[in-house]
């Protein structure tokens, strides 16, 4: 039945050429205009995996709690000392919120008076015991330097050190560091050089931590997610701000951004990076192949046209059905490109065979028809359901792709009967005189008949052999690893996991109240897997009463210096010069130069320092005490805090812990190295125990992980299942659908052995590689088991080979253009494809036949009747290729236009049981 339908609509389009041509054309362009009209992709990665599942409910539950926090930016700026990223992170947060066209809101974490006043109190009492005597030793310094901010003040103050050195108050080694970075300094500006100098460490004789270099800027910007990056409008806002502002690294700034939005528009760049090449590559790469496979240009143009005409209607196909494209389904193109022109390449290479046995256009259209009808329709049929599979999973983004693709293959096999015939029935593509196929493989062929139990042997001991692989077989769960960590956002984020404190791998749980909170978190500090939580709670410090008692102090003795009411006027240069003068004098005084290096260079940096010119001197004033101004507005603000109470926190801070309901969040941080994948699940299921509403990073990996795999696991089982009642009911024998199935199955297993020995793990990217290995391959396995059924005996050096093997490079062609991909998902995708689809090719072309062996032999007491073909000019039966050489000219004239009567077939009939030679003088089909 499959075969009369396609002789008829390949009749019917051979027929009317020019009315298909025009009819395709018409599709096409509206297709064409309909996908211009409503092409749109949604860069929402969060859309990719079903919301119907509990662990996705969670994660939007508490989306719906703390909004400010979902789809955010986050700015980290680090700064060469506390004083530069501390003034830059306000001066940034203040601009930005003026921004208002692209951003929406703006938040200084952990910054504000809030912090400002407060900052001491959420030290030990240990630690504000040690912070409050360093400022009281520096009290003259800071003094001095409240008093007259300047370079003569600063003079002056560094005075105090070697005098506070002899009189045996400070030791010289504390304050060696800084002075020996001081002098740096000072060398650097007095040439000309960018130089930072952070005065906290001048004062308190310690480097500052990482954790003081670094400020955070929480943004919300607004997104558009009618563009391809969403949020590319803000973060140029903020990069201009930046800029426009000399926040620079060569000014000891650096403005960094990363979260969900950068990272989302930067990893589409990433894929977008070198499409282009990869496009014209792979279009370069098929039209060779083409070439090779088809030698006429004619028939290059009619596949190369099926091919744009087919993606066209597909792609218009794909809108209408899932309104818009996402991140995965958007590769239907590059499949359809590698997997739809295998269908016009069977046709073709069928078209050229038909075509050296008969030259009679017509006719070798319609045997071509003949040919293809089954294997053609089956190979569709397959890969659509290898497709389809992935329907029913959860995985949304791969379910998009399975409908868009599975219905391109539909496409792709509808133009092959159709607008391909009328093409080649336009273009009329010359003769063939060359018989097709590889003619020098026969000995292979029979080679492998010889021996084919020792081969059919070896193969299964190697592929047994490398089963203990699959204990080495590795997944990597880690979806950082499938981003290029050459892109900002990515690399300031595994720079931010490098820190306990400023890791994003945190999880959270949402609870009734802050009650409920305290008290869970009180249980999860308790896991050896969690190294900390941060609840509203958290923001109230623990024995205030002492604390504040000893900041009381120290301010009582600091205060009256700091708010000094008095400030000396700006001195002259030359008062300037002399007391660097003088200052460098005291260091020399000590009689400590010779021992102390760090003496020896603040002295020489202040003499040269006073030698400078009036502007030289201004500018370098203007860069070493800028920040001085902001440390001692610190400081004044760190001596004056306010008992905190949880009812008295700041409204911003509250809001982030505690939604508009009353419902509280708990901020969960991991123990131990956070790349670790097992770490991470021991991690989340530790949490999960105390606390089944959990969320957050690493439970979302681990369940997404589950998702994922489950959906691609169920996607091939029902592959497997739906092709093989798909072959069952075309080939009605249990044997034929196993020599079709099992060397699939072992390429599979191949497949995998080999990802071992090559290291390349799976991922959640390339696993959709092994679905689609299934529908993909199956195609070429179908095309071999229905040639030998039909009694081809030399299947290597039959054209069907050479059908099959340059389908595949242009499979591969379009595999290689995704390996070729700056992202490295996409790139890991495409080798995984091509290594699976050359495992494919090699099971379908050299183990195939050989575990076929040969062909069932017809009855000669029943041989078929040959079917009348309703055709405009029926095609005459063709010969093997092996015996071609056999035919006669005259033989071949008189079956040229002739249509044998019921009498002639009657009597080849009857000679068929005879003499097959003979049978084949009259033409008859072996």
């Given at each position: 039945m499959i075969e009369k339908v396609i002789i008829k609509v390949v009749s019917?389009?051979?027929?009317?050429?020019?009315?298909?041509?025009?009819?395709?054309?018409?599709?096409?362009?509206?297709?064409?205009?309909?996908?211009?009209?409503?092409?749109?992709?949604?860069?929402?990665?969060?859309?990719?995996?079903?919301?119907?599942?509990?662990?996705?409910?969670?994660?939007?539950?508490?989306?719906?709690?703390?909004?400010?926090?979902?789809?955010?930016?986050?700015?980290?700026?680090?700064?060469?000392?506390?004083?530069?990223?501390?003034?830059?992170?306000?001066?940034?947060?203040?601009?930005?919120?003026?921004?208002?066209?692209?951003?929406?809101?703006?938040?200084e974490a952990e910054a504000g008076p809030f912090f400002d006043h407060n900052g001491l109190l959420f030290l030990s009492v240990e630690q504000v015991r040690q912070t409050t005597e360093q400022l009281i030793r520096a009290q003259p310094f800071l003094g001095t330097l409240a008093t007259d901010p300047t370079l003569r003040g600063l003079a002056h103050a560094l005075a105090f050190i070697p005098r506070g050195v002899q009189e045996g108050a400070i030791e010289s080694k504390d304050f060696a560091k800084p002075l020996s970075l001081l002098s740096t300094t000072i060398d650097a500006l007095l040439v000309g050089a960018p130089a930072a100098f952070s005065w906290n460490e001048l004062m308190t004789g310690k480097a500052p931590a990482p954790r003081e270099l670094r400020r955070f800027i929480r943004v919300k910007p607004i997104l558009d997610f009618d563009a391809l990056q969403p949020g590319a409008a803000a973060s140029e806002a903020i990069r201009k701000t930046a800029a426009k502002l000399g926040l620079s690294p060569d000014k000891g700034v650096s403005v960094r951004l990363t979260g969900p939005v950068a990272m989302a528009d930067e990893e589409f760049g990433t894929v977008a990076d070198g499409a282009l090449l990869n496009v014209v590559f792979t279009v370069a790469a098929v039209l060779l192949i083409l070439w090779l496979a088809l030698r006429s240009a004619r028939l290059m143009l009619a596949v190369m046209l099926c091919l744009f005409v087919g993606l066209a209607i597909t792609s218009a196909i794909g809108l209408a059905m899932v309104s818009a494209l996402n991140l995965i389904s958007v590769a239907f193109a590059v499949l359809f490109v590698g997997i739809g022109v295998d269908f016009g390449i069977q046709v073709a290479v069928r078209y050229r065979k038909e075509r050296h046995l008969d030259n009679d256009l017509a006719r070798a259209l319609a045997a071509t028809a003949a040919g293809i009808a089954r294997p053609l329709t089956l190979a569709a049929a397959a890969t659509a359901a290898g497709f389809y599979a992935f329907l029913p999973t959860d995985y949304r983004g791969v379910s998009e792709l399975g409908l868009i693709s599975g219905t391109g293959m539909i496409v792709a096999f509808v133009i092959s009967v159709t607008l391909l015939p009328a093409l080649l029935m336009l273009l009329k593509p010359p003769s063939e005189?060359?018989?097709?196929?590889?003619?020098?493989?026969?000995?292979?062929?029979?080679?492998?008949?010889?021996?084919?139990?020792?081969?059919?042997?070896?193969?299964?001991?190697?592929?047994?052999?490398?089963?203990?692989?699959?204990?080495?077989?590795?997944?990597?769960?880690?979806?950082?690893?499938?981003?290029?960590?050459?892109?900002?956002?990515?690399?300031?984020?595994?720079?931010?996991?490098?820190?306990?404190?400023?890791?994003?791998?945190?999880?959270?749980?949402?609870?009734?109240?802050?009650?409920?909170?305290?008290?869970?978190?009180?249980?999860?500090?308790?896991?050896?897997?969690?190294?900390?939580?941060?609840?509203?709670?958290?923001?109230?410090?623990?024995?205030?009463?002492?604390?504040?008692?000893?900041?009381?102090?120290?301010?009582?003795?600091?205060?009256?210096?700091?708010?000094?009411?008095?400030v000396k006027a700006p001195p002259s240069d030359n008062e300037t010069r002399q007391a660097l003068s003088d200052a460098a004098d005291a260091f020399l005084a000590t009689g400590q130069a010779q021992e102390t290096t760090a003496n020896a260079d603040i002295a020489r940096s202040l003499k040269a320092l006073a030698q400078a010119n009036g502007a030289r001197l201004a500018s370098i004033e203007n860069t070493l005490l800028s920040g001085l101004k902001l440390r001692l507005e610190q400081i004044r603000a760190s001596l004056q805090p306010e008992r905190v109470m949880l009812a008295q926190l700041p409204q911003d801070l509250t809001r982030d812990w505690v939604s508009e309901d009353g419902r509280a969040r708990i901020e969960v941080r991991p123990n131990g190295n956070q790349n670790d994948n097992a770490t991470m699940q021991r991690f989340a299921a530790a949490v999960l125990q105390v606390a089944p509403e959990a969320t957050g990073t690493p439970i979302l990996i681990q369940e997404s992980a589950k998702t994922i795999v489950s959906a691609f696991l169920q996607a091939g089982a029902l592959a497997l299942i739906v092709i093989t009642l798909t072959l069952f009911l075309v080939l009605r024998r249990p044997s034929d659908v196993l020599v079709t199935l099992v060397p699939l199955l072992l390429a599979g297993v191949v497949t995998l052995e080999l990802t071992v020995l090559l290291g390349l793990p799976l991922n959640f990217a390339n696993i959709i590689a092994l679905p689609l290995l299934l529908g993909v391959g199956v195609a070429f396995k179908i095309y071999y088991v229905l040639a030998w059924r039909e009694g081809e005996t030399s299947l290597l050096a039959s054209a069907l080979t050479r059908a099959v093997l340059f389908s595949a490079m242009t499979t591969a062609s379009a595999f290689a253009s995704l390996w070729l991909s700056n992202h490295p998902g996409t790139s890991s995708m495409g080798k995984l494809l091509s290594l699976s689809l050359a495992t494919t090719l090699v099971a379908a072309v050299l183990f195939q036949p050989i575990l076929m062996g040969p062909p069932r032999q017809v009855k000669e007491a029943e041989p078929p009747a040959p079917q009348p073909v309703p055709v405009p000019a029926v095609p005459q039966p063709a010969m093997s290729e092996e015996d071609q050489p056999a035919k006669s000219r005259r033989s071949r004239k008189k079956r040229k236009n002739s249509t044998p009567s019921r009498s002639r077939r009657f009597i080849i009939s009857g000679l068929r049981t005879i003499s097959p030679t003979m049978a084949a003088i009259f033409g008859a089909r072996k």
């Open positions: 019917a389009c051979c027929r009317r050429p020019a009315l298909t041509l025009i009819l395709a054309v018409v599709i096409a362009f509206g297709a064409a205009a309909f996908t211009c009209a409503n092409f749109a992709i949604d860069t929402d990665t969060s859309q990719l995996i079903s919301s119907q599942l509990p662990w996705r409910q969670r994660e939007l539950q508490l989306d719906r709690a703390f909004p400010q926090q979902v789809d955010t930016l986050l700015v980290v700026v680090d700064g060469a000392t506390p004083e530069l990223a501390d003034s830059a992170a306000k001066t940034m947060a203040a601009a930005l919120a003026k921004e208002r066209a692209h951003i929406g809101a703006v938040d005189p060359e018989p097709i196929g590889y003619r020098r493989l026969a000995p292979v062929d029979r080679f492998m008949a010889r021996h084919r139990v020792p081969i059919l042997v070896i193969a299964a001991l190697a592929i047994a052999a490398g089963l203990p692989l699959f204990k080495q077989l590795k997944f990597d769960f880690n979806p950082l690893n499938l981003r290029s960590a050459k892109v900002e956002s990515v690399a300031t984020l595994l720079d931010l996991m490098k820190d306990p404190e400023t890791t994003p791998n945190v999880i959270n749980v949402l609870t009734a109240s802050t009650d409920e909170a305290h008290s869970i978190a009180q249980r999860l500090d308790k896991l050896p897997e969690v190294s900390g939580t941060v609840t509203l709670q958290s923001f109230v410090p623990k024995d205030q009463d002492q604390k504040l008692t000893i900041i009381a102090d120290a301010e009582a003795l600091l205060g009256p210096t700091l708010d000094s009411p008095e």
